[in-house]
């Protein structure tokens, strides 16, 4: 009895670890994803105001297709 147990609780411990991995994962790829919805967004309303993007804007925009 208590073997199935200590194999039940070594199986959580290891979902307990997996889980909390796939948690930090979802928040980076969120982060990410949150950020390079504003680039596009501040990118689509200089567009709309016939503003010109400057080298910096450019280059975080070229640093983020480079990532995909």
Not at 8 to 17: A, I, M, P, R
Not at 21 to 33: G, S
Not at 59 to 65: A, G, L, P
């Amino acid at each position: 009895m208590q073997n199935n147990f200590k194999e039940w609780f070594v199986g959580f411990e290891h979902l307990k670890v997996s889980f909390k991995n796939y948690e930090e994962e979802r928040r980076k790829y969120d982060h990410y994803t949150r950020k390079v919805d504003k680039l596009r967004q501040a990118r689509i309303q200089k567009a709309q105001k016939n503003q010109i993007e400057t080298a910096k804007e450019i280059e975080k925009m070229q640093r983020v297709k480079k990532n995909k």
